[in-house]
């Protein structure tokens, strides 16, 4: 038998409301125990590893990552997307269906399960596409897609015009009890926008990306889910009024949810304008650290900060924050992004949306939400583990009896600096390289097996 036993760490499993000092037995990539009996389960013989100071919890699931593969392979692949989701303590990923080709039928599904078996590092489930092509005009066979085994539906990337296409997708998924993942866009508000429409677009000469261009679909959603009955996910909230709308749908009953990344609740459009004056206008002590001089320097018009939503005021993260605290967003994630450094290393205007965040998104979220007072660790972990689980219908997140040994141990108060040496993403493009974070994973298991570091 494969056995192994970490001792004296802190369990944290909010599936089982746990949180304390205990033991975790696995055995043959299976939970065993947690906690006293643990020890005494052990056989002889069997691997132990001492977590004293760490924090041992359900193996993290990010349900909004862009491996790129099939067709994209010069940004990531299912081998260097799940290496760096394993060093971010991920143990489970979802990939979008923007891919080359578009994973709207049958045969694509299977292409991403049988690579992802071979090369994977963690779990990688498949989100299949609403329409095909992505296009917004057809629907994509949904009930084909769901028995490839897709957990959930999306044009992530694009985003449904059509309300009459969008609800019969809904009604089609909620036959088929697979959530539909929205990336809410109204694109005849948002137009050729490339920021956040406000003070720094203006100054900065950049075309403006109105917030409401994203509440507007969010309100579609909140309606249609109303009427059809399918659960709608919102997909990466970054504005105040999408907040509000998701707040109120929810304490109506409305089979809505939401997430958040990171960049959203950390960054502001001011960081366009460079770091200086991000920091001028923004206020020292963001995300918890003290000092503007632990910040990096870069430069304006970076296209490190060129995402999709883009970064927004200063409300509008402060919004987000809040509806993280309430309950309100119930999901982080990282909307990691790869793309060739070659894409980014021109203007602004023609740089492409998107960022990597797989190996982040942890610590900045420890870093705003738990440092900071914001939220309990469980209540952290619940977001990476719970939230997402119970969205897709996963058997994933908790540390019961077994369950798949999937863990993730890391230390909440490590100081670290991410650099883009140490990177396991093929892509280069995060805005966060140079920074101190605070949180480091340390080990993360799939299915009782060690994948990093």
Not at 41 to 68: F, K, S
Request: proline share 6%; charged share 20%.
């Amino acid at each position: 038998m494969n056995a192994l036993l970490l001792t004296g760490g802190r369990v944290v499993d909010p599936a089982n409301q746990w949180d304390g000092p205990a033991d975790v037995l696995i055995r043959d990539g299976k939970i065993v125990a947690v906690g006293p009996e643990a020890a005494a389960l052990c056989p002889p013989g069997a691997e132990r590893i001492d977590v004293r100071g760490c924090v041992v919890c359900p193996g993290l699931i990010d349900m909004h990552v862009h491996l790129r593969e099939p067709g994209q392979t010069a940004k990531e692949t299912i081998a260097t997307g799940t290496a760096a989701a394993a060093r971010g303590g991920f143990t489970s990923v979802v990939c979008m269906p923007n891919t080359s080709p578009v994973v709207d039928n049958a045969g694509t599904v299977a292409l991403i399960h049988e690579r992802a078996a071979r090369e994977g590092r963690v779990h990688v489930f498949v989100a299949g596409a609403i329409t095909k092509n992505l296009a917004g005009e057809e629907l994509a066979p949904i009930g084909g897609l769901k028995r490839a085994g897709v957990v959930a539906i999306t044009d992530d990337g694009h985003c449904v015009q059509n309300h009459e296409l969008m609800r019969r997708a809904m009604e089609y998924a909620r036959m088929f009890d697979l959530p539909v993942l929205d990336h809410c866009q109204d694109y005849s508000l948002v137009s050729d926008g490339v920021a956040h429409e406000g003070l720094w677009s203006t100054l900065l000469g950049l075309r403006g990306w109105p917030a409401v261009g994203e509440a507007l679909i969010v309100a579609r959603d909140i309606l249609l889910a109303e009427l059809t009955g399918c659960h709608v996910h919102c997909q990466h909230l970054s504005c105040a009024r999408s907040v509000e709308l998701v707040r109120e749908a929810r304490r109506r009953g409305v089979p809505i949810s939401a997430e958040a990344c990171p960049h959203h609740f950390v960054l502001t459009d001011a960081a366009l304008a460079g770091s200086d004056k991000f920091w001028r206008h923004d206020g020292a002590g963001v995300y918890g650290m003290a000092g503007r001089a632990e910040l990096p320097q870069w430069p304006a018009y970076d296209t490190r900060f060129k995402m999709n939503p883009p970064l927004r005021s200063a409300r509008d993260r402060d919004a987000i924050l809040e509806g993280l605290a309430d309950g309100t967003i119930e999901v982080l994630c990282s909307d990691h992004a790869p793309h060739c450094s070659f894409e980014k290393e021109v203007e602004f205007d023609y740089a492409p949306f998107g960022i990597t965040g797989l190996e982040t998104e942890l610590p900045l979220a420890l870093m705003q939400l738990y440092h900071a007072g914001r939220l309990g660790l469980a209540e952290v972990i619940a977001r990476f583990t719970v939230g997402p689980a119970r969205i897709l219908r996963l058997n994933k997140g908790t540390l019961s009896p077994g369950a798949d040994a999937d863990i993730t141990v890391f230390d909440p108060d490590r100081e670290w600096v991410f650099t883009p040496e140490s990177t396991r993403s093929k892509s280069r493009n995060s805005p966060f390289y140079g920074w101190p974070l605070k949180g480091q994973v340390l080990m993360t298991f799939v299915a009782g097996r060690r994948v990093y570091p």
